[in-house]
């Protein structure tokens, strides 16, 4: 047998005879890949969707935490400055701009730092992570709970499909 024969062959071990056969193999290729990845399970998609926007939201509050606390912007400075001194054309007083750089970068980045933590001292802040925690557990909770029901020992088969998924 060549290679080419092999890769021919169906899952069972024998070429298709006809076109119906054929057509029989991919559908039962298509069911199984659609039950290891919990497809025709609507209470398992609902609850990982669920996960999934809760997650969304979850990046979208840390997005809005980080355009309070201005990180990204001291990051900024910090590079456009980094730029200026690297390519200015002053070699002599390059040590002074160093030294001057090197000062007001550490300077941002405490005041960056003081900003962040005040901001992770707020109740607002800290009712937030406590809000999606519960929520995010609640759900994934829910999720582990009807995959066990459904699917018992091959509960772990299907947590790794859905990781490969994650994955992609």
Do not use: W
Request: glycine share 2%; aromatic share 8%.
């Amino acid at each position: 047998k060549s290679k080419r024969d092999d890769d021919n062959m169906m899952l069972n071990g024998q070429f298709p005879r006809t076109v119906d056969d054929l057509l029989h193999e991919h559908n039962q290729f298509l069911l199984r890949i659609s039950n290891q990845c919990l497809l025709p399970n609507y209470d398992l998609i609902e609850r990982a969707s669920k996960i999934m926007t809760t997650c969304l939201l979850f990046s979208t509050q840390i997005k809005r935490f980080m355009e309070t606390t201005k990180v990204h912007e001291l990051h900024e400075k910090t590079r456009h400055e980094r730029s200026k001194l690297r390519y200015s054309g002053k070699k002599s007083k390059n040590g002074d701009q160093e030294t001057d750089f090197r000062a007001n970068r550490e300077e941002r980045t405490q005041q960056c730092s003081d900003r962040i933590l005040r901001e992770l001292c707020t109740e607002t802040y800290r009712h937030m992570i406590t809000r999606f925690d519960e929520v995010f557990s609640a759900h994934l909770a829910e999720f582990m709970k009807n995959l066990n029901s459904d699917f018992g020992q091959k509960s772990n088969a299907h947590l790794t499909n859905l990781s490969k998924i994650g994955r992609a």
